[in-house]
């Protein structure tokens, strides 16, 4: 957690930041009006990233988005009207002197869990289609063996049933044969979701794929190993 306290220079009227032991000034001399205490507010940043202000003393004025206000979460996007005559401050750029900006990247989970789900379908689709394939070679070494072997039996006589069985079974491996080749574009389909993967499973900053690092893996080294950049706290 951090905290920054706001407040006026005393001699130059900048705004000055104070955390810990870092001080820091922001803006041009005499651009702070009196009416800004030299202990105004009081920003908090705490571990998953939420941001609050606190007016230190009820006799100050601070103002959120129109609002007057004691204490309130606000945003980076906010502005801050310090004292009597409004003294402009943004809070990001507040926040932005003391404390790296973290990136939420809860995100990432679900690509990364339905990647995984995607390529055990196509496994097991896979698979069906293997089955099939085995079954189709297998029926039609069945049928040749038999018809060769229901041939000699009948000692050469013509037999129409014969060739109505076997038109059957080149049908039905026909069909078989059609079906598989129709559904084993598994490995474009394959080619497919791992370009999806590998374009959103990125850093948020940088925009680098970040491998096949399983999400909670990633979460837990808390930064990009890339640009640096903090992982934001999930409650
Ligand atoms: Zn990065």
């Known amino acids: 957690m951090v905290t920054i306290k ?9 705004l000055k930041l104070v955390s810990g032991q870092s001080t820091k000034v922001m ?8 009416s800004v205490s030299r202990e105004h507010a009081e920003i908090t940043v705490d571990d998953y990233d939420r941001i609050f202000v606190r007016n230190i003393n009820p006799a100050n004025q601070t103002m959120v988005n129109g609002m007057r206000v004691m204490t309130c979460e606000v945003t980076r996007a906010d ?3 310090l004292g009597s005559q409004g003294y402009q401050v943004n809070v990001g750029s507040i926040v932005g002197s003391f404390v790296k900006e973290k990136v939420d990247i809860r995100h990432l989970e679900t690509i990364y869990v339905n990647y995984k789900q ?4 196509e496994q097991k689709k ?7 394939r085995t079954l189709s070679s297998t029926m039609t070494t069945l049928a040749i063996g038999s018809g060769v072997f229901l041939s000699l039996k009948s000692g050469g006589s013509t037999n129409y049933a014969y060739p109505i069985l076997y038109g059957c079974a080149i049908v039905i491996m026909l ?3 059609i079906w598989t080749f129709m559904h084993s574009n598994s ?3 394959r080619e497919r979701l791992t370009q999806k993967f590998q374009d959103d499973y ?11 690092m399983p999400y909670k893996q990633l979460y837990k080294r808390g930064k990009c190993y890339n640009c640096g950049v903090e992982f934001k706290k999930v409650m």
């Open 6 to 14: 706001v407040g006026r220079e005393a001699n130059t009227k900048r």
């Open 27 to 34: 803006g041009d001399t005499n651009s702070v009006p009196n």
């Open 79 to 81: 502005t801050l009207y």
């Open 118 to 121: 995607a390529l055990l379908n």
């Open 126 to 132: 896979n698979q069906r289609v293997n089955l099939w």
């Open 175 to 177: 069909g078989i044969t």
């Open 187 to 189: 490995a474009e389909e």
């Open 202 to 212: 990125v850093c948020p900053k940088c925009e680098i794929f970040f491998g096949n």
